[in-house]
């Protein structure tokens, strides 16, 4: 591999494409500003206020020489304007490197820059100086690079497989990767990556200013992950006895013996319990530090990894003790649903069959990394708009009042998914004879439950009665019977107190 040099307007992400591209390929990153920083002891406002900027110019070329023509294979992100000198691209020319110009709007680089007092060409119009900048550089970036990439809307991620396509390097993925952005606001927004593999993006997405990072997994699993910096495997026992106080007080204790900083990241590999697990320890240690999911089932990729929700148990109950705390990233590796035991797979699969019903149309038809990127997507926009479940993110229990019900009445013996399965046509049913769906939107629930090969039928011996006693006092019931149904405006939650339908609606069973 040749050395690469990354060009381009600021902003559009040499620095962190570039890091990202070294982390792959394992060759050291240079950030060319950060260099003339270092050597010369001031910012680089510090340097255009002493020197201006022809100043700062001749010190870049310095700096550019000595790493187009250091020994090995080198990444290299410049500044924006190392192309308006013409012995910098007399350099970048004659250089053993591959240039790449990194080709992004105004428009979104004046977003992602705002009004930053550390880049002083931006002046108080970011937006009007971005666009003059662009119209005075944009030939000479071409000029100088042996390839140009539009970054414009893409996730770093997205733009580095791009890249190291570009280069001829071997890809860490097998087939499409689709990257879902979350945005729940306040600079907490992160993108979901699915696909087949996407596990070997975790040295790209654990933070630049990340030393260590602890994983928190479970010792049956057959798969592992690498961060790519100093790390640690922390294993947790099976099953909802991790998700104990006590497990969680010995996972911090374990990570402040070891030294671990706010700047540091946890990483949860495995299931919704991990996760979950995962979750709550970050958002406690040190008041709080980065978490990354790598979900290792179906549920965990298209439900319990996304959304920020994670907590722990008590004798007393289920999650009775937890936070919102958004991940930084989610891996969703398909790879890791080849090892899923079949139960745990159709368990999935009952979660999945309701967001055909929330938007999702004929899921059935996607593959299924495309398949989990909708249903991700999906999920990212519920949440986007009920961040701390207060309202629309009640939606996301379709089926859930029945199957919570079944779920009690059998001892839990089923399972989770299969009882949301059940539920799916009781609560289409229930939505028919409220005339809110028509009888061929019913029949579409049992296609996709027979699509996936789930049951539609109730367990035997359940008693109808005893069934609509436990609707109340479900856990989402917040006043009354609360039934999530469909609707002509979608998948909404709606009370129903009429005992006589609900007992009608069992009906949809006798087929």
Known sequence: MQSVVLVGLMGSGKSTVGRALAVRTGVPFLDLDQVIVQRAGLTIPELFAAEGEDGFRVR????????????????????????????????????????????????????????????????????????????????????????????????VPGVVDDLAHILGLDPVVTGPVFYEPVRVGGGRDYVVHAGHGVRHHLPEVVPATARRVAVITQEHLPWTVDPGIEHRVLHVPDGETAKDLRVVAEICGQLARWGMTRNDVVVGVGGGVVTDLAGFVASVYHRGVNVIHVPTTLLGQIDAAIGGKCGVNLPEGKNLVGSFWQPSAVLCDTETLTTLPEADYKAGLGELAKYHFLGGGRLDELDMAARVAACVRLKADVVADDEHESGRRAILNYGHTLAHALETVTGYTLRHGSAVAVGLPYAAEVARLLGRIDRDRVE???????????????????????????????????????????GPDGVESVRVDDHALLREAFKVYDR
Not at 104 to 121: H, Q
Not at 127 to 150: I, K, N, Q
Not at 448 to 477: C, M, W
């Open 60 to 155: 870049e070329t310095a700096a550019l020489k000595d790493a187009l023509f250091q020994d090995g294979p080198t990444v290299v992100a410049t500044g924006g304007g190392v192309v308006t000198t013409e012995s910098n691209r007399d350099a970048l020319r004659r250089g053993n490197a591959t240039v790449v110009y990194l080709e992004a709007s105004p428009m979104e680089l004046s977003a992602r820059l705002g009004k930053d007092p550390d880049r002083p060409l931006l002046g108080d119009d970011p937006l009007g100086s971005l666009t003059e900048l662009l119209e005075e550089r944009a030939d000479l970036y071409e000029a100088v690079a042996h390839h140009v990439l539009p970054v414009t809307s893409r996730p």
């Open 444 to 486: 579409e629930h049992f296609r996709v439950l027979d699509a996936y090969e789930l049951p539609a039928t109730l367990p035997d011996g359940v008693n109808h009665e005893s069934l609509i006693q436990l609707f109340s006092r479900d856990k989402k019931a917040l006043d009354g019977v609360t039934f999530v149904l469909d």
